[in-house]
């Protein structure tokens, strides 16, 4: 499979722990991009990659959230002291630099307790 | 105003039928647009991208585009009840891409 990838598919946890989800893009593809989702909404943006630059991150996203792409490949995305609120479907995508066209991966959701 | 506006429906055609779905944007400076399919508990799929006004045919969807008007829409012919589903349009300037919450859409059998 050389779609996009990740992991875990679901997550859940208590209000205040710490949880990191995975994306693994298609290999060619240099640009890596976070959205949220929940439901009855479209997925919204957080953050983009451009290789292991992180070059916008949301001024919706509050300092609990954190995402890293070491060496331009995979990326996590790490939420801190989680609350009932991040509750959603955490969607990742990648694109390649000449077409700014982006294939989704599978998702993670979350649920906080 | 909200960034890319969509009819939530629910559109509901009968099997066969056209359906129409639209959507309007507020950034004059948008560059691409996409429609994504969305089934429930699944990913967004890419259907279409247009990038140009006019319109853009592929199988049974056709997009289109009005620059002057903001606005973009997808037409699927012959509906079959398995494009049942939530479609998303989502319009891009550089590397952001807004999506609208999404129109679902019921073909009946």
């Not at chain 2, 991208?49 to 606005?71: C, M, V, W």
Request: hydrophobic residues 30%; proline residues 4%.
């Amino acid at each position: 499979d050389t779609g996009v990838s990740q992991n875990p598919r679901h997550k859940i946890t208590k209000r205040g722990q710490n949880v990191t989800f995975r994306c693994d893009p298609i290999s060619e593809h240099n640009r890596l991009y976070w959205y949220r989702q929940t439901l009855g909404q479209g997925p919204e943006f957080l953050t983009y990659f451009q290789n292991e630059a992180q070059l916008e991150k949301s001024r919706l996203l509050s300092d609990r959230f954190s995402a890293e792409r070491p060496k331009g490949s995979f990326s996590t995305l790490e939420i801190q002291r989680t609350e009932q609120g991040d509750s959603a479907m955490y969607l990742c995508a990648s694109s390649l630099s000449i077409t700014d066209t982006q294939y989704f991966g599978p998702g993670t959701r979350l649920t906080v307790l | 105003q909200k960034e890319v506006e969509q009819n939530s429906g629910p559109l509901s055609v009968p099997e066969g039928a056209i359906a129409s779905l639209n959507c309007t944007y507020s950034d004059r400076g948008s560059q691409s647009f996409f429609w994504y399919r969305q089934y429930s508990g699944k990913s967004p799929e890419l259907i279409m991208s247009i990038y140009s006004n006019g319109d853009k045919e592929d199988g049974r969807f056709t997009a289109q585009l009005n620059k002057a008007s903001q606005y973009v829409s997808l037409l699927i012919r012959d509906s079959q009840p398995s494009d049942s589903a939530t479609y998303l349009c989502a319009v891009s300037k550089g590397f952001k891409t807004i999506f609208g919450a999404g129109t679902r859409l019921f073909v009946k059998a």
